[in-house]
């Protein structure tokens, strides 16, 4: 079976490091929103008077964060349809909640559930002064609103989104993110992925 692997959380958990470091084991396209979308939504931001890196305005919401999710979504689908394997990394908060939208994905490449193995990864930390260090750790232009407006932006590290689409709870794990990211934390996701670990929420 092919591998559709959601890496979800809130800004600053690891999202990104952690599917990275199992994309040395497990062979995929690696498509993380803020990278397919990020340059045009800067510009558009630009555009309107707006600062480049703000993801919380009104005028993000309703005008450009579902362009971003649906062509990740579309990329998804044309590497899904070519027979590879995919990760897909961002909160995905509402897709998640959507029953319908992953069935659409699978249908939309041309196979079915029993061609797709769908797996969720909720990448969480154990407290928030973690995830601001590691947003300022990290150095990206895009996260200076985020420190600018801390107070407002400043999200549960542990938040756990509704998963509705219509798989197993054997496919969906929290994995907590703080600490050091060592050997055996990856082999145990490794195995999770690879379906011979079962862990539930």
């Known amino acids: 079976m092919q591998k559709l692997i959601f890496f979800v959380g ?3 958990t690891g999202k990104t490091t952690v599917a990275r470091k ?38 993000y919401k309703k005008n450009l964060r579902d362009l971003e999710y649906d062509t990740t979504k579309d990329i998804c689908i044309e590497n899904l349809a070519a027979g590879q394997n995919v990760f897909m990394i961002s909160p995905f908060t509402a ?18 559930r029993s061609d797709v193995d ?8 154990s407290d928030m002064e973690t ?9 990206t232009v895009r996260d200076q609103w985020k420190l600018d407006n801390w107070d407002s932006f400043a999200t549960r590290v542990q938040f756990v989104p509704e ?10 794990t929290v994995f907590d ?11 145990t996701l490794f195995q999770f992925v690879e379906g011979k670990q079962t862990v539930t929420l």
Do not use: C, Y
Request: charged share 25%; aromatic share 6%.
């Open 10 to 12: 809130v800004a600053g």
């Open 131 to 139: 995830q601001r260090t590691r947003i300022i750790d990290r150095q």
């Open 118 to 125: 769908v797996k969720v990864v909720v990448v969480t930390l």
């Open 163 to 172: 998963v509705n689409w219509d798989i197993p709870q054997s496919s969906i």
């Open 177 to 187: 993110n703080s600490g050091v990211l060592t050997d055996e934390k990856v082999e």
């Open 22 to 59: 199992l994309s040395n084991r497990i062979p995929a396209a690696f498509l993380d929103r803020d990278t397919v979308g990020g340059r045009f939504v800067e510009h558009m931001l630009v555009q309107n008077g707006l600062d480049p890196n703000d993801r919380d305005s009104d005028f």
């Open 95 to 112: 897709e998640l909640k959507n029953k319908q939208w992953i069935e659409d994905v699978i249908s939309a490449a041309g196979l079915s």
